[in-house]
């Protein structure tokens, strides 16, 4: 009797899985179906999330969330409230990734402090506010070569093409940069020499980089916004392995 009942047991159990997977489409099947409904967007990957019928959905460099039939769309953070663990960043940090053995460093300032070993980039616009709280930020870095791309953002700010180029042209560039951002000192001199300008403006937007200012580290972790020494120093650690 016992054998019978935990026999008819397992096959319910064997029932309830076929029709759950019979019903359930495949993690391809929704990309086909996403791909057809929506042949505009760029759909790259769909992952099973812990909520069951919910999916994730990659997009290039951003992350929605949606149901089987594709009709319905969240966009937002996911969070696990029992570990307190963002997962939407957690991917999110994984997509925003810049490869930075490729960035054209020619086209940047170059600034080192003291030996230099750790690197990063930054893509800066003069007359951003934020970044010239960064600047006052990365002053204090020690044993850092910091690469920065002037990219200034003409819609916000219209005279900071101009001031771009007035840096990138002077002398000593890196010694101009941190007087006008950090000193206010109004960058002189000429501003139709050879410049990368235009090119950095246009290697941000490739980069989905879209303000200023944003650091980029040797591992690819992409940082936005005017982050504190702290922060940085945080990063560096954390690639080091400290």
Known sequence: MKSTKKLLMLLVVLLTTTAHAATEPTEAEIVTK????????????????PISGIYEVLMGKNIGYTNTDGRYFLFGHL????????????????????????????????????????????FSDPDCPYCKKLEGELVTLQNVTIYTF?????????QAVAKAKAIWCSKNPSVIMHDYMVENMQPSGETDCVNP??????????????????????????????????????????????
């Open 34 to 49: 996403l791909k057809a409904i929506y042949p505009s967007t760029q759909i790259d990957a769909v992952r099973t999330t």
């Open 150 to 158: 002037l990219m200034p953002l003409e819609g916000l700010h219209p």
């Open 79 to 122: 969070f696990d409230m029992q570990t307190q663990q963002d997962l939407t960043q957690a991917q999110l940090d994984q997509l925003n990734t810049v490869q930075f053995a490729e960035l054209p460093l020619q086209d940047a300032i170059k600034t080192v402090h003291g030996k230099g070993e750790r690197v990063i980039a930054v």
């Open 197 to 242: 300008i235009e090119r950095n403006i246009q290697l941000g937007q490739k980069l989905n980089i879209n303000g200023t200012p944003t650091l980029i580290f040797t591992s690819g972790r992409v940082m936005p916004g005017a982050a504190s020494v702290a922060e940085i120093e945080q990063l560096f650690s954390e690639k080091e392995g400290k």
